[in-house]
């Protein structure tokens, strides 16, 4: 991979990658591979990006599918890996040195972890400012539907935090 | 918790430690590692199922009235096994504490050795395989007489004129060296044909492996 394409194609993005590689990780070694993996996905499938949607989209879709790989070969290979329904206390246990020095920042991490894979990636892209459409598109979904998952995703997060 | 979840995102991600990137490199020494641990443990699998297959074979060869074959694929799949096993130390004394490219590099290198030497050993191997079948059922009991004897005679009823060869049917003779020297000579194919049917998808991934650290480097 060229610096220049990293620079240029990759570095512009690379705020949305650590936040997605983050949000399906449990530890520093963990989100510097998905970070890595992703990072590389998307150098080699620069041929096939045909400027049908922004480049953008083309990133985020690629950072997701990449991580929702590697999560579900994590997944298969070791069961104890996090999933959505791992208690808390075990994924603590994980994050020491995973964490940011922001508080609610990791708690607010901490409970989307919580949540299943297609959810964390909804709200991240919400938080990101994303409109329903793009978020739509990225996920593969229609917009109405996505307002709907972000107003309960909200609810839940919101629940987690005060709880 | 008074913050929207919004407001907590944005104010968390302006502190200047939460969007550092990783570097990259580190990923190379990881795959290549896992590349050739993979190929290690394949290889390791594939030597015992040799060895696993050549004692079967031997038990079942004495079973079914075969010894002959039995002992002679016995042999040289354990010949086969040994020098294998011998290329396979040389592999673990490959230098690890080198970049990841050299390291490659250095596993590429052991590969093409490897094939080298089992593509020659192949252009033997299948003849001597198909040597022992034919010896295994020629010397085969039947009925008092070798299989192979049994035959001829009853070759020499139907065709009393047949030249014979060491009291083999010439033409029988003909057929048999020609399938040797075919096997002899595609062996290396058939060799690669089998290397790339089980490690094809290692080779694959090494290769890319190696294109993509050398696009990095330049």
């Known amino acids: ?163 | 918790m008074d913050k929207s979840i919004e407001n907590i995102w944005k104010e968390g991600f302006l502190k200047s430690d939460a969007l550092i990137a990783p570097k990259l490199n580190n990923l190379y020494t990881r795959k290549s590692i896992h590349i050739i641990d993979k190929f290690k443990r394949m290889f390791k699998i594939n030597l015992i199922a040799i060895v696993a297959f050549s004692f079967i074979f031997l038990i079942v060869s004495f079973l079914v009235g075969i010894p002959i074959m039995g002992i002679i694929f016995f042999v040289t799949l354990t010949v086969l096994v040994i020098i294998n096993k011998r290329l396979l130390n040389g592999l673990e004394r490959l230098d690890k504490g080198v970049n990841c490219y050299e390291y490659l590099k250095a596993f590429n290198q052991w590969i093409k050795m490897q094939v080298s030497v089992n593509r020659r050993m192949s252009t033997f191997l299948y003849p001597i395989i198909f040597v022992s079948m034919i010896l295994g059922f020629w010397f085969k009991d039947a009925k008092g007489l070798p299989l192979g004897e049994r035959l001829v005679h009853k070759i020499l009823l139907s065709f009393p004129d047949i030249y014979l060869i060491f009291g083999i049917p010439l033409i029988g003779f003909v057929i048999v060296v020609f399938i040797l020297v075919l096997l002899a000579f595609f062996g290396g194919r058939i060799y690669q044909w089998d290397l790339n049917l089980i490690y094809g998808r290692v080779f694959k991934k090494l290769e890319e492996l190696m294109a993509d650290i050398e696009s990095l480097n330049n």
């Open chain 1, 1 to 163: 991979m060229s610096s220049d394409f990293y620079n240029t194609s990759i570095l512009p993005f690379a705020g949305i990658i650590i936040k997605l590689c983050r949000a399906y990780t449990n530890s520093q070694e963990d989100f510097e591979d998905y970070y890595q993996e992703v990072c590389l996905q998307i150098w080699r499938s620069k041929e096939n990006f045909r400027g049908d949607s922004e480049w953008s989209t083309w990133v985020y879709r690629i950072s997701l599918n990449v991580c929702l790989t590697l999560l579900k070969k994590k997944k298969n290979n070791n069961q104890h890996f996090v999933s959505d329904s791992l208690p808390a206390e075990e994924i603590e246990e994980t994050e020491n040195n995973h964490a940011f020095s922001d508080e609610p920042l990791n708690l607010l991490y901490d409970a989307i972890r919580k949540l299943s894979e297609i959810d964390r990636a909804v709200i991240m892209l919400y938080l990101e400012e994303k409109s329903y459409q793009k978020i739509a598109d990225i996920i593969g979904t229609n917009a109405n539907n996505i307002g709907v998952r972000v107003n309960r995703i909200k609810v839940k997060l919101k629940k987690a935090l005060d709880g």
